[in-house]
């Protein structure tokens, strides 16, 4: 016997219920797509002119900056809790500003006038008692009025010198050329004396991204003067090829032993990046290749934002020091800011507006009547960004 039931008619959606799912479905992608491009397009709407190299952009960085040169800063404006770091920054927001303003004096001629002084302002500032205090205090003895020694003293000596040199590399007659012979005479000595190729920074410290910077120095100095220093230069660069990369990132060792010359401490982005600009100025090539072995293997992107890993695969680190600054899940500070040099140098523009649109987001650019700074700048901050920033493209060769 068949027992009929009651069948309800199959539930169909009604229009209106229709409407809401879809609406609903637009809504959520629209969201998606709305968290994905406009974070991006917003934080780097400057992107573009910072690439391009637009005057009045980099003059508002340059005005910015110069507030904090007018103040005659000293190690008291830094807090790093070690007065050797309070000492490194003071040297260091002098010399990245002074290559910030020549870069942009370079850049855009028309703008010397105002640019020159302040990039003359920063040499005499590097040339101060108090800026050279904290190399003095680690070697116990003062790297001016030992020139003819042997010790190193790269801390001080290579980074104030590459601001002499710079400024004489655009006018042969600057003010401090006398001190930039001297300073530069030393360096030639020491890195050709050594079986490494490089100077210590400290007693026992020795660092291949401050030997880059007293290269540098050497090399803009030789260029102003057109004395030749090409074999130390090339020997310098072979070494460093051969010695203090890491064959299978092509990072550059952090640092390495005084006496053999072995690593110490592992390939880092932060240290291979700023290698990297300054060697720009060195040996072009040498810089392209580790802005490449950092974009092959480095670089994290995510909606339009990239940073750049500290460490490279198979290496361990910790939560960063004062070179790296903060590492945050294995993302280096100091190295995402260090790279958009690097990209711009080495036409890499791409990466360079995801780069600037994460230092947008993360430094917080203002613009006022003083010019541009950065929120979580202060004077270091913004002279190592105004320097990278309006880094130039790097040459072919250096003639």
Same mark, same amino acid.
């Given at each position: 016997?068949?027992? &009929?039931?009651?069948?309800?008619?199959?539930?169909?959606?009604?229009? &209106? !219920?229709?409407?809401?799912?879809?609406?609903?479905?637009?809504?959520?992608?629209?969201?998606?797509?709305?968290?994905?491009?406009?974070?991006?397009?917003?934080?780097?709407?400057?992107?573009?002119?910072?690439?391009?190299?637009? *005057?009045?952009?980099?003059?508002?960085?340059?005005?910015? @900056?110069?507030?904090?040169?007018?103040?005659?800063?000293?190690?008291?404006?830094? %807090?790093?809790?070690?007065?050797?770091?309070?000492?490194?920054?003071?040297? /260091?927001?002098?010399?990245?500003?002074?290559?910030?303003?020549?870069?942009?004096?370079?850049?855009?001629?028309?703008?010397?006038?105002?640019?020159?002084?302040?990039? !003359?302002?920063?040499?005499?500032?590097?040339?101060?008692?108090?800026?050279?205090?904290?190399?003095?205090?680690?070697?116990?003895?003062?790297? @001016?009025?030992?020139?003819?020694?042997?010790?190193? %003293? $790269?801390?001080?000596?290579?980074?104030?010198?590459?601001?002499?040199?710079?400024?004489?590399?655009?006018?042969?007659?600057?003010?401090? !050329? *006398?001190?930039?012979?001297?300073?530069?005479?030393?360096?030639?000595?020491? /890195?050709?004396?050594?079986?490494? %190729?490089?100077?210590?920074?400290?007693?026992?410290?020795?660092?291949?991204?401050?030997?880059?910077?007293?290269?540098?120095?050497? $090399?803009?100095?030789?260029?102003?003067?057109?004395?030749?220093?090409?074999?130390?230069?090339?020997?310098?660069?072979?070494?460093?090829?051969?010695?203090?990369?890491?064959?299978? &990132?092509? /990072?550059?060792?952090?640092?390495?032993?005084?006496?053999?010359?072995?690593?110490?401490?592992?390939?880092?982005?932060?240290?291979?990046?700023?290698?990297?600009?300054?060697?720009?100025?060195?040996?072009?090539?040498?810089?392209?290749?580790?802005?490449?072995?950092?974009?092959?293997?480095?670089?994290?992107?995510?909606?339009?934002?990239?940073?750049?890993?500290?460490?490279? $695969?198979?290496?361990?680190?910790? /939560?960063?020091?004062?070179?790296?600054?903060?590492?945050?899940?294995?993302?280096?500070?100091?190295?995402?800011?260090?790279?958009? *040099?690097?990209?711009?140098? %080495?036409?890499?523009?791409?990466?360079?507006?995801?780069?600037?649109?994460?230092?947008?987001? @993360? *430094?917080?650019?203002?613009?006022?009547?003083?010019?541009?700074?950065?929120?979580?700048?202060?004077?270091?901050?913004?002279?190592?960004?105004?320097?990278?920033?309006? $880094?130039?493209?790097?040459?072919?060769?250096?003639?």
């Amino acid at each position: 016997m068949t027992i &009929s039931r009651s069948q309800s008619p199959p539930k169909t959606s009604s229009p &209106s !219920r229709r409407r809401k799912i879809i609406r609903s479905f637009v809504s959520v992608a629209l969201f998606a797509v709305t968290t994905a491009i406009v974070p991006h397009l917003w934080c780097g709407r400057d992107a573009a002119r910072l690439y391009r190299g637009d *005057a009045d952009v980099q003059e508002g960085l340059a005005r910015g @900056v110069a507030t904090w040169i007018d103040q005659d800063l000293g190690t008291d404006q830094y %807090h790093t809790g070690s007065s050797q770091f309070n000492g490194e920054w003071l040297l /260091m927001t002098y010399q990245l500003a002074g290559l910030g303003f020549g870069q942009t004096a370079l850049t855009h001629p028309e703008s010397r006038a105002r640019n020159l002084p302040m990039l !003359r302002k920063c040499c005499a500032r590097v040339l101060k008692p108090n800026a050279a205090s904290f190399d003095a205090a680690a070697w116990s003895e003062d790297p @001016v009025k030992t020139l003819s020694g042997k010790n190193g %003293h $790269a801390g001080y000596l290579g980074y104030s010198n590459v601001v002499l040199s710079y400024d004489r590399w655009i006018d042969p007659a600057a003010p401090d !050329r *006398a001190v930039n012979d001297r300073f530069t005479a030393a360096l030639v000595r020491r /890195m050709t004396a050594s079986p490494t %190729h490089l100077i210590e920074t400290y007693p026992g410290e020795t660092y291949p991204a401050d030997n880059c910077v007293a290269a540098a120095s050497i $090399a803009l100095a030789g260029r102003a003067t057109g004395r030749d220093y090409s074999p130390l230069l090339k020997a310098f660069g072979a070494s460093l090829r051969t010695r203090y990369l890491d064959p299978k &990132s092509g /990072m550059l060792y952090q640092s390495v032993s005084s006496e053999t010359g072995k690593p110490s401490g592992a390939p880092r982005a932060s240290g291979t990046l700023f290698a990297a600009y300054f060697l720009s100025f060195v040996d072009p090539k040498l810089s392209a290749d580790l802005f490449a072995a950092i974009r092959r293997n480095q670089v994290g992107e995510l909606a339009g934002f990239a940073a750049i890993r500290e460490y490279p $695969a198979g290496y361990q680190g910790d /939560m960063g020091d004062v070179d790296s600054g903060p590492v945050i899940f294995g993302l280096s500070t100091s190295g995402t800011a260090f790279a958009i *040099a690097s990209a711009r140098m %080495h036409g890499d523009e791409a990466l360079f507006r995801e780069l600037e649109s994460t230092l947008t987001l @993360v *430094a917080a650019p203002t613009s006022t009547r003083e010019g541009n700074k950065f929120l979580l700048g202060g004077p270091i901050g913004d002279a190592l960004l105004f320097a990278l920033l309006t $880094a130039q493209p790097a040459p072919k060769e250096v003639s």
